[in-house]
């Protein structure tokens, strides 16, 4: 059973970094997709970014429009920790931030929350103006 702990929210000033932290166990598929989400109060969960891996293969990678240029996704294989790294926060970017993960890839689902079968609990970022 696939399960993800995320880490490294907080709260940062406008122009700021942060990076989050998806460590996951239990995942046995060969190819398989992590994606970040985030939701802020009284929005829908939304798209931030993906990234999905074949063996030590990275695969696809794609992120919203929204946060082109100011975040990236990588990861580290011994630690099986897949991180978010973002700059140039703005107060529009607070949210709770999620990584969900799912076996396989597809472009056809891998911007889709309701795709994903695994979630993490959830990072709270907040940016101050």
């Known amino acids: 059973q696939v399960q993800l702990v995320e880490s490294g929210g907080g709260l940062v000033q406008t122009g700021g970094s942060l990076r989050l932290s998806c460590a996951a166990s239990?995942?046995?598929?060969?190819?398989?997709?992590i994606g970040w989400f985030r939701q802020a109060p009284g929005k829908e969960r939304e798209f931030v970014a993906f990234?999905?891996?074949?063996?030590?293969?990275?695969?696809?990678?794609r992120y919203a429009d929204s946060m082109k240029g100011r975040v990236s996704i990588s990861r580290d294989d011994p630690k099986n920790t897949v991180y978010l790294q973002m700059k140039s926060l703005k107060p529009e970017d607070s949210a709770v931030y999620y990584c969900a993960a799912r076996g396989g890839f597809d472009i056809t689902w891998a911007t889709s929350a309701s795709a994903y079968n695994t979630w993490g609990q959830g990072t709270q970022v907040t940016v101050s103006s």
């Open positions: 990234r999905s891996w074949s063996g030590d293969s990275a695969l696809t990678i």
């Open positions: 239990g995942v046995t598929s060969a190819t398989y997709t």
